[in-house]
């Protein structure tokens, strides 16, 4: 994981984690499980099985092939959750490569939407959905988010996520080296999950006590949670 990639994270996160990939070791490790089962179900060879998964890729718009796709899976993917409204704000970092790239303007193709220039951000319409989702991209990676104003503070690099307290604690132990880095403010998550579960429970068929009883317990654990942290090595 390269912490300069979390720090870009929004520092208002209560909730976060990040991934740290090598597409090539990805795949070797991948590929013949892969392959062998793929081709046990269609009744063919791995090299066979490989064809057809790029035939797909290939018939749905995409330019890579599948190993080129799962090679291209290298580098920082991190994922955050911070408060927003009506909605927590969802924020996803994608890093740059030749084979992510060439995914993301594909999938932009489909949306009907423009691919951004470095430096800049575009609206990406989604279908049904009442919120925007902005789309920014530099030279390291692309940033797909619901936070309108946050995006603009990814392009501009600020950081400040590694400050927060639930960072710091997944840092200290044993954020160095760690492929897999993620922490999490829960009581923060709690409350402002709380409206949303209050909601889905005076709609479910339970009895008045028993949702009263859910409530306090939500409300008792928000009180009592802490900063949570997990780390892979």
Do not use: H
């Amino acid at each position: 994981v390269d912490p300069t990639v979390v720090d870009r994270l929004p520092p208002t996160a209560m909730t976060a984690i990040a991934i740290g990939l090598d597409g090539k070791q990805l795949w070797a490790a991948l590929q013949k499980p892969l392959l062998g089962a793929l081709a046990k179900e269609r009744d063919c060879d791995e090299q066979q099985a490989l064809a057809y998964l790029d035939q797909n890729l290939t018939e749905q718009g995409f330019t890579v092939s599948f190993t080129e796709l799962m090679e291209g899976l290298t580098g920082t993917f991190a994922l955050a959750i911070a408060p927003g409204a009506p909605f927590p704000t969802l924020s996803i970092e994608i890093p740059r490569g030749t084979a992510l790239d060439s995914l993301v303007t594909t999938i932009l193709g489909f949306a009907n939407a423009k691919v951004p220039n470095e430096g800049e951000s575009t609206l990406i319409p989604i279908p049904g959905s009442p919120l925007p989702v902005t789309l920014a991209r530099d030279g390291g990676g692309w940033m797909l988010t619901s936070d309108m104003m946050y995006a603009n503070d990814w392009l501009a690099k600020k950081g400040g996520f590694l400050d927060l307290p639930a960072a710091k604690l997944a840092v200290e132990r044993g954020g160095a080296g760690a492929v897999v880095l993620g922490c999490s403010d829960t009581a923060v998550m709690l409350r402002s999950i709380i409206p949303y579960l209050a909601m889905a429970l005076g709609q479910a068929p339970i009895e008045a006590d028993q949702r009263q009883a859910i409530m306090r317990l939500l409300q008792t654990a928000t009180t009592k949670g802490g900063s949570g942290y997990m780390v892979v090595k």
